[in-house]
């Protein structure tokens, strides 16, 4: 009798076996790229204005490469999951709102030092105490419609990567 390693295991558990396989080798592709990547993604407000090229330029102009990038829309759900770490902020609904109001575009970008300089080339979050060029200043209308995220630091980059792309998706 020929005994195979998923006779031991539940659907629950193969399936988590499977994901847990997956996940490795995408974390594998993408952690030995820790400190040369991060996130972008451009908001519901910038991509109902058109502002998706005009955005994608700054990028491209600053030294960036786009490893990966899509449009797509992002449920409250998703929102929510994206965004826990504020979940007991005040701003939480309305930016889980926000985010989930209309269609976003999502873009793993690659650069020596990424999130410094992409956290530079988009600028203060309030887009009034933005510097004058960058990102937000140029393209945000108020505190919570401001154009753009990006990650924070090189764990958050490599975390929000793994959330909106599969090694499938992304291109080295």
């Keep these: 009798m020929k005994i195979q390693f998923s006779d031991f295991l539940n659907k629950k558990e193969?399936?988590?076996?499977?994901f847990d396989i997956l996940l490795n080798k995408k974390t594998k592709m993408?952690?030995?790229?820790m400190g040369k990547?991060?996130?972008?993604?451009?908001?519901?407000?910038?991509?109902?204005?058109?502002?998706?090229?005009?955005i994608l330029f700054h990028i491209v102009n600053?030294?960036?490469?786009?490893?990966?990038?899509?449009?797509?829309?992002?449920?409250?759900?998703?929102?929510k999951?994206?965004?826990a770490e504020h979940k007991e902020s005040l701003f939480f609904d309305s930016l889980v709102n926000f985010m989930s109001s209309?269609?976003?575009?999502?873009i793993l970008l690659e650069k020596e030092n990424a999130v410094e300089d992409f956290r530079t080339l988009i600028g203060d979050k309030n887009p009034?105490?933005?510097?004058?060029?960058?990102?937000?200043?140029l393209y945000a209308s108020s505190l919570e419609k401001n154009a753009i995220h990006g990650s924070d630091?090189?764990?958050?980059?490599?975390?929000?990567?793994?959330?909106?792309?599969?090694?499938?998706?992304?291109?080295?």
């Excluded at 993408?30 to 790229?33: E, K, L, Q, R, T």
């Excluded at 490893?67 to 929102?79: F, H, I």
């Excluded at 209309?102 to 999502?106: A, C, D, K, L, T």
């Design 62 to 79: 600053a030294g960036f490469y786009i490893r990966a990038l899509k449009m797509t829309d992002l449920s409250k759900r998703s929102a």
């Design 30 to 33: 993408i952690s030995h790229m």
């Design 128 to 137: 009034i105490h933005a510097a004058e060029g960058t990102i937000r200043k």
């Design 102 to 106: 209309g269609p976003i575009v999502s």
């Design 14 to 18: 193969k399936m988590k076996f499977i």
């Design 153 to 172: 630091s090189n764990q958050n980059a490599f975390r929000e990567c793994l959330f909106y792309f599969s090694h499938r998706e992304i291109f080295w």
């Design 81 to 83: 999951k994206f965004y």
């Design 37 to 54: 990547i991060t996130l972008a993604v451009i908001k519901p407000d910038s991509v109902e204005k058109g502002y998706i090229g005009p």
